[in-house]
């Protein structure tokens, strides 16, 4: 939001004395539909949102990269030139540097202070966010070109190789490459980025189920790798090049859940294709179905969802106005979202979370989400030139 551009700028002041010389920001996002795809090369239809990871900065004349979280009590705080793996949200920042020291870019020592409004382990891409805003601010001290999908890859390396979780590149692609008032169609495999417009008259919720995923990234882990032994036994680079009569085909040599969960991934690629076509041809009822076809197959092959994401789409599904809902991002916790008639917006959101609070006693939140443009370089507050 508008306002965390200002106020990191007024603790950037307070902080140093002075003004920052770069203010950046990157979105966290949703994904309408396309789960557990994005590492088996799939599809995915996800949107930047306008909460987002702000960073104000000005570069230093030494190689040290010294950043002030206002969620943090410590500082992330390291040098580009002898680079030391620690814990803690420094390792995302950390990791980016090391990722484009490790493509040949020469960096620049920089200070600065980020704060950010995206819901830490919501499935909102709080990291990716955090990642993109690293990577947009050294690039920017550095002097680098800024290729948004090029980011996204090195940004992915970092979580990958550096904070060691195999997250696919959708949540950065989305940080990077969103286009204001549209979900973008990625082929993970090409990253091409085809930006899809919203039916008209809809909007996007986010329900936030106010339950967070616990020991996620082993069971992520796992999934990605039966993915890819699938892959493997079906003879195909991933399992975006699958079909359900080759899977059929090799039933006798899977396991039932290696079965389910490959099924999945195919039909969850064929859905996002199918929802890209009815969202041009702005037919929300067809892209609601697609969702909720979606959630099922997570809930019942994949078996990434939660009871209380479960209930949470119940409920809104349950609302007049609501075309469809599914859980979002890795699962096991967070957010479902879900598309609704404009008009029908504020009266799904309170009822569907009225409802949900009924039935499970968790405090959720609900809230009307706008899709913006990727990470970008914003001009300092006038205020403080
Ligand atoms: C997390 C990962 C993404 C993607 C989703 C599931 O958000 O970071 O790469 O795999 O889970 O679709």
Same mark, same amino acid.
């Given at each position: 939001? !508008? ?85 803690g949200w420094g390792e995302y920042a950390k990791g980016v540097a090391w990722a ?32 993109? @805003? ?7 001290g550095a002097g680098l070109d800024w290729d948004p999908a090029d980011m996204a ?120 294709? @199918?929802?890209?076509? !009815? ?12 969702? !909720? ?36 991002? !890795? ?55």
């Open positions: 939001m !508008a306002d965390l551009r200002v106020s990191v700028t007024e603790a950037f002041r307070h902080r140093f004395g002075a003004p920052p010389v770069h203010v950046v920001r990157a979105p966290g996002r949703v994904n309408l539909i396309g789960e557990h795809t994005d590492y088996n090369d799939g599809f995915v239809m996800p949107l930047a949102i306008e909460q987002a990871v702000w960073l104000a900065v000005r570069p230093r004349d030494d190689d040290r990269v010294v950043l002030h979280s206002t969620r943090a009590t410590e500082p992330a705080d390291f040098r580009l030139g002898a680079m030391e793996r620690g814990d484009l020291q490790a493509q040949g870019h020469e960096l620049r020592g920089l200070e600065g202070v980020l704060a950010s409004d995206v819901p830490e382990g919501a499935g909102l891409s709080s990291s990716a966010a955090l990642e993109l @805003a690293v990577a947009r601010a050294l690039s920017e890859r090195t940004a992915q390396r970092a979580e990958n190789e550096w904070v060691g979780v195999r997250c696919g590149v959708m949540d950065q692609m989305a940080s990077a490459c969103g286009v204001a008032g549209h979900a973008v169609l990625l082929d993970c495999r090409s990253l091409a980025v085809t930006p899809t417009p919203l039916p008209a008259w809809t909007t996007v919720l986010v329900l936030d189920t106010g339950t967070r995923r616990g020991l996620v990234d082993s069971a992520y882990n796992a999934r990605r790798e039966t993915c890819e032994r699938v892959a493997r036994v079906l003879g195909v680079p991933a399992l975006r090049d699958a079909t359900l009569d080759g899977l059929q085909a090799a039933e006798d040599v899977l396991m039932p859940t290696q079965v389910r969960r490959a099924r999945h991934v195919v039909t969850e690629n064929a859905r996002v294709l @199918a929802a890209a076509d !009815a969202m041009r041809q702005g037919d929300a009822a067809r892209v609601g179905a697609l969702m !909720a076809a979606s959630h099922a197959s997570l809930r019942d092959d994949y078996e990434v969802s939660s009871p209380a994401l479960d209930a949470f789409v119940e409920a809104a599904q349950a609302q007049p106005g609501c075309y469809g809902a599914r859980m979002t991002g !890795a699962g096991f916790g967070g957010c479902v979202v879900a598309l609704v008639a404009s008009d029908r917006a504020e009266a799904v959101a309170e009822a569907a979370a009225l409802a949900y609070r009924q039935w499970t006693g968790h405090a959720p939140t609900a809230y009307r989400v706008r899709a913006v443009g990727g990470a970008s370089l914003e001009p300092v507050p006038a205020l403080f030139l």
